[in-house]
Antibody, heavy 120, light 108 residues
Framework: QVQLVESGGGLVKPGGSLRLSCAAS????????MIWIRQAPGKGPEWVSY????????YYADSVKGRVTISRDNAKNSLFLQMNSLRVADTAIYFC?????????????WGQGTLVTVSS | SYVLTQPPSVSVAPGKTARITCGGN??????VHWYQQKPGQAPVLVIS???DRPSEIPERFSGSNSGNTAALTISRVEAGDEADYYC???????????FGGGTKLTVL
């Protein structure tokens, strides 16, 4: 059974940094693309970044490009999102999720999310 | 960039059929995925590749996609189906996922 557990969220001031983590289990992590998706309060989901089987293939939404870095550790079944220069507009629940068929396929399994609040 | 349009809300009586649409320019040429999100929970995939239903999703859920409209149909609606529903496609030009604005399904 696929399990994804996010951590690392919290309250941070504008301009600050956070590193989100996602611990994966129940599937062969290295065989899956992975994606971070966020959802601001009362809004729909918005993709943030996704990564191929290794760190060599990474993709970023324009809204976070240059401020965010996605990475993964296949040996530890873990996904990460380093977020710098945070803005109030980055306030959201951040979900990690699986992309079993890579770009073009469904976002199959989602974690429960971690809340990031950017406020002074 | 590509835009997906969903009605903000759909209401249906228990036992009836709900149809939630997702409009986009020639969306029939794309592959549509649908997600259900209940309050305080993460989204759940209910339909993939236009019509495929994950094994854990009831047969009451079905999908279609043609022309400029994709649709999620829920038959014999139950109170537990009350949720927000989102359609999603991939923008093939810049290779990233796009979500519709979401539809709130209310069971009367």
């Amino acid at each position: 059974q696929v399990q994804l557990v996010e951590s690392g969220g919290g309250l941070v001031k504008p301009g600050g940094s956070l590193r989100l983590s996602c611990a994966a289990s129940g599937f062969i992590f290295s065989d899956y693309y992975m994606i971070w998706i966020r959802q601001a309060p009362g809004k729909g989901p918005e993709w943030v970044s996704y990564i191929g089987y290794s760190d060599t293939s990474t993709y970023y939404a324009d809204s976070v490009k240059g401020r965010v870095t996605i990475s993964r550790d296949n040996a530890k079944n873990s996904l990460f999102l380093q977020m710098n220069s945070l803005r109030v507009a980055d306030t959201a629940i951040y979900f990690c999720a699986t992309l079993p068929n890579g770009g073009g396929g469904p976002i199959e399994s989602w974690g429960q999310g971690t809340l990031v609040t950017v406020s002074s | 960039s590509y835009v997906l349009t969903q009605p903000p809300s759909v209401s249906v009586a228990p036992g009836k059929t709900a149809r939630i649409t997702c409009g986009g320019n020639n969306i029939g040429g794309k592959t549509v995925h649908w997600y259900q999100q209940k309050p305080g929970q993460a989204p759940v995939l209910v339909i993939s590749y236009d019509t495929d239903r994950p094994s854990e999703i009831p047969e009451r859920f079905s999908g279609s996609n043609s022309g400029n409209t994709a649709a999620l149909t829920i038959s014999r609606v139950e109170a537990g189906d009350e949720a927000d529903y989102y359609c999603q496609v991939w923008d093939s030009n810049i290779n990233h996922p796009i979500f519709g604005g979401g539809t709130k399904l209310t069971v009367l």
